[in-house]
């Protein structure tokens, strides 16, 4: 019949050429079978019914009706429908137990789900032999683009130099020292420290261990910079808090009457359970103004007061000058004629929020060197408590294990100094560390014989050598300084903390024959002068006008620092400037 050749028609072009000419096809049969696999499949795929709508036949449809359907659901096809199909054969056993799906649509999501879900196990097991190049983590191309945590920062060292370092955000003061002197070939004696340097404002701090200098950084302005020096005074609170704490200072030891030992004094402050009190009169800068106001006042945990009514203690007479927790002290480096201050010992609270304006800087003055110290180190220690206390022992316990990538202090002129040989017509270096030992000793010997006939006296600067491993100059020695004005000298102590036995050597301007000897002892800097002296045609230098002698000033560096002598201490601390 005319709809059993269509239908016919139909299922060869939906299905391919499934069914030749002569297949013998019964109607009806088909389509039952059609509706029960139809049936099925909206069973499983309830989602995909309103798809299949279109071609969905009906068991109860008649012919006109099923091939009306088709068309319905083939458009596409209407001109290929009105083809003259010849007369099918009967149908065969065999193709009766055919059973064929019918036509749907299948949705994108679900497609690209199985497919995600079967591609893993249809790829053959076939191993990567360039993973770094194909995957996302570690190809340069594949990898998505990451903005880096790192941040730069430039340091600068004592004599102008700058080094740019690149360190992440939350990377310590500690941890930025000691990766510069690594880089700088410095021995970790632990006495680094980052220094937070405003010109404009002639401010500067020590920055603490644990600060992220990150953090630090981004509250600097841009005429702001970090130096990188030597601070002695950094924890020596620790070793003798009674140096820094004066009992008339303190509040607790006055009320005790009587001699307060060392450990309670320092756990006094560490314990937050515990109300330490510093105590005495303070100059302070009236704002706007160049005058100074004397006031007592008081330093506590919750901030520094000042006493509106002589030294009452009363609540109603105390009013809050600063806070601790968002604020930092630092010292005042531009002299007293700038602020017109009353003495030279002056220090400045400022706000951590404020980058350059003078007018929310508390500026205050005291009247001595120790008084500053113990309002400064009490600041700190009851701002940051037992955190000072816990990066005080941190390198005390890491003495024993000393970094392997250690080295020799060098100053600002060693660096470039390497042994040398030239005995030859030529010049070599001398690479073996034995033999360059060998060869300074004999090159001393030759310098102290020379020394007996030359008149040293004559020359502005003489310049005896010992040598360590290396030909070192007077020069190289981190102590020696050169020519530097007394001036220099005082700062260059005062910055690198006023501890008993920090020194350093310097020519005389007042005698060019003669050396200078500059000594800090109980935060006093005291200068002793060394001269020449001859006999029996030798230069020997001398502290004590010939009672005790060196042949040069090397050997009497080392005498001073394991004997006192005629100095008030030891020499302990070099006051050193390093080269970045």
């Given at each position: 019949t005319e709809i059993q050749r269509k239908t016919t028609w139909i299922h060869r072009q939906t299905y391919g050429s499934c069914f030749s000419s002569n297949d013998d096809v019964d109607l009806e049969q088909l389509v039952n079978e059609m509706n029960s696999s139809m049936e099925s499949v909206y069973s499983t795929q309830a989602d995909t019914a309103l798809l299949l709508n279109n071609g969905h036949v009906h068991a109860t449809h008649n012919h006109q009706h099923l091939h009306h359907h088709v068309h319905a659901a083939y458009p596409g096809h209407s001109q290929a429908h009105r083809r003259h199909t010849p007369p099918l054969p009967p149908s065969s056993p065999s193709r009766e137990r055919l059973r064929h799906s019918q036509p749907m649509h299948i949705q994108a999501v679900r497609c690209l789900q199985e497919e995600h879900q079967l591609r893993p196990a249809s790829l053959p097991a076939i191993p990567n032999p360039f993973p770094e190049l194909c995957s996302p983590a570690g190809s340069p191309v594949l990898s998505p683009?990451?903005?880096?945590?790192?941040?730069?920062?430039?340091?600068?060292?004592?004599?102008?130099?700058?080094?740019?370092?690149?360190?992440?955000?939350?990377?310590?003061?500690?941890?930025?020292?000691?990766?510069?002197?690594?880089?700088?070939?410095?021995?970790?004696?632990?006495?680094w420290t980052l220094v937070e340097h405003h010109p404009i404002l002639g401010l500067e701090r020590c920055l603490e261990d644990h600060e992220l200098v990150v953090q630090v950084q981004a509250s600097m302005s841009s005429d702001s910079k970090f130096l990188f020096r030597k601070n002695y005074a950094k924890y020596e609170f620790f070793r003798n808090p009674l140096n820094f704490f004066p009992e008339q200072m303190v509040a607790w030891c006055q009320?005790?009457?009587?001699?307060?030992?060392?450990?309670?004094?320092?756990?006094?402050?560490?314990?937050?359970?515990?109300?330490?009190?510093?105590?005495?009169?303070?100059?302070?800068?009236?704002p706007g103004r160049k005058s100074w106001k004397k006031l007592y006042m008081f330093l506590r945990r919750s901030g520094l007061y000042y006493s509106t009514k002589g030294t009452s203690k009363e609540p109603r007479h105390?009013?809050?000058l600063s806070d601790l927790e968002d604020s930092n002290i630092f010292t005042i480096i531009t002299g007293r004629k700038l602020h017109n201050a009353p003495t030279d010992y002056q220090f400045c609270i400022k706000p951590s929020k404020v980058r350059s304006d003078c007018k929310e800087l508390k500026m205050l003055c005291a009247e001595d060197e120790q008084s500053r110290t113990c309002w400064m180190t009490a600041f700190r220690l009851l701002k940051y408590g037992i955190v000072l206390y816990q990066s005080y022992n941190i390198p005390q316990q890491r003495k024993s294990n000393?970094?392997?990538?250690?080295?020799?202090?060098?100053?600002?002129?060693?660096?470039?100094?390497?042994?040398?040989?030239?005995?030859?017509?030529?010049?070599?270096v001398i690479d073996n560390p034995v033999e360059a030992q060998s060869a300074a000793l004999e090159e001393g010997q030759t310098w102290r014989k020379r020394s007996q006939r030359m008149n040293v006296l004559g020359s502005p600067s003489p310049l005896p050598v010992n040598f360590l491993g290396l030909v070192d100059t007077l020069m190289t020695q981190v102590w020696f300084h050169g020519r530097i004005m007394r001036e220099e000298a005082h700062k260059m102590i005062i910055q690198q903390g006023q501890v008993d036995g920090l020194f350093l050597l310097r020519d005389s301007q007042?005698?060019?024959?003669?050396?200078?000897?500059?000594?800090?002892?109980?935060?006093?800097?005291?200068?002793?002068?060394?001269?020449?002296?001859?006999?029996?045609?030798?230069?020997?230098?001398?502290?004590?006008?010939?009672?005790?002698?060196?042949?040069?000033?090397?050997?009497?560096?080392?005498?001073?620092?394991?004997?006192?002598?005629?100095?008030?201490?030891?020499?302990?601390?070099?006051?050193?400037?390093?080269?970045?």
């Amino acid at each position: 019949t005319e709809i059993q050749r269509k239908t016919t028609w139909i299922h060869r072009q939906t299905y391919g050429s499934c069914f030749s000419s002569n297949d013998d096809v019964d109607l009806e049969q088909l389509v039952n079978e059609m509706n029960s696999s139809m049936e099925s499949v909206y069973s499983t795929q309830a989602d995909t019914a309103l798809l299949l709508n279109n071609g969905h036949v009906h068991a109860t449809h008649n012919h006109q009706h099923l091939h009306h359907h088709v068309h319905a659901a083939y458009p596409g096809h209407s001109q290929a429908h009105r083809r003259h199909t010849p007369p099918l054969p009967p149908s065969s056993p065999s193709r009766e137990r055919l059973r064929h799906s019918q036509p749907m649509h299948i949705q994108a999501v679900r497609c690209l789900q199985e497919e995600h879900q079967l591609r893993p196990a249809s790829l053959p097991a076939i191993p990567n032999p360039f993973p770094e190049l194909c995957s996302p983590a570690g190809s340069p191309v594949l990898s998505p683009i990451q903005s880096s945590d790192n941040h730069i920062v430039k340091v600068w060292s004592e004599d102008g130099a700058g080094k740019v370092v690149e360190i992440p955000a939350d990377m310590t003061a500690r941890d930025v020292c000691q990766l510069l002197v690594y880089k700088s070939h410095c021995l970790d004696d632990n006495a680094w420290t980052l220094v937070e340097h405003h010109p404009i404002l002639g401010l500067e701090r020590c920055l603490e261990d644990h600060e992220l200098v990150v953090q630090v950084q981004a509250s600097m302005s841009s005429d702001s910079k970090f130096l990188f020096r030597k601070n002695y005074a950094k924890y020596e609170f620790f070793r003798n808090p009674l140096n820094f704490f004066p009992e008339q200072m303190v509040a607790w030891c006055q009320e005790s009457d009587g001699s307060i030992p060392q450990s309670q004094l320092l756990q006094n402050f560490l314990n937050s359970s515990s109300c330490p009190e510093i105590q005495g009169y303070l100059y302070m800068k009236e704002p706007g103004r160049k005058s100074w106001k004397k006031l007592y006042m008081f330093l506590r945990r919750s901030g520094l007061y000042y006493s509106t009514k002589g030294t009452s203690k009363e609540p109603r007479h105390l009013q809050l000058l600063s806070d601790l927790e968002d604020s930092n002290i630092f010292t005042i480096i531009t002299g007293r004629k700038l602020h017109n201050a009353p003495t030279d010992y002056q220090f400045c609270i400022k706000p951590s929020k404020v980058r350059s304006d003078c007018k929310e800087l508390k500026m205050l003055c005291a009247e001595d060197e120790q008084s500053r110290t113990c309002w400064m180190t009490a600041f700190r220690l009851l701002k940051y408590g037992i955190v000072l206390y816990q990066s005080y022992n941190i390198p005390q316990q890491r003495k024993s294990n000393l970094s392997p990538f250690s080295a020799p202090v060098r100053s600002v002129s060693e660096n470039s100094l390497v042994a040398m040989d030239f005995s030859g017509r030529t010049g070599r270096v001398i690479d073996n560390p034995v033999e360059a030992q060998s060869a300074a000793l004999e090159e001393g010997q030759t310098w102290r014989k020379r020394s007996q006939r030359m008149n040293v006296l004559g020359s502005p600067s003489p310049l005896p050598v010992n040598f360590l491993g290396l030909v070192d100059t007077l020069m190289t020695q981190v102590w020696f300084h050169g020519r530097i004005m007394r001036e220099e000298a005082h700062k260059m102590i005062i910055q690198q903390g006023q501890v008993d036995g920090l020194f350093l050597l310097r020519d005389s301007q007042s005698n060019p024959k003669a050396f200078v000897l500059t000594l800090c002892h109980h935060q006093k800097i005291k200068h002793f002068q060394i001269l020449p002296c001859e006999e029996d045609g030798q230069v020997f230098f001398s502290l004590d006008d010939g009672a005790t002698k060196f042949t040069d000033l090397i050997h009497l560096v080392e005498f001073y620092q394991l004997n006192r002598g005629v100095l008030p201490c030891k020499l302990k601390h070099p006051c050193t400037a390093v080269a970045l």
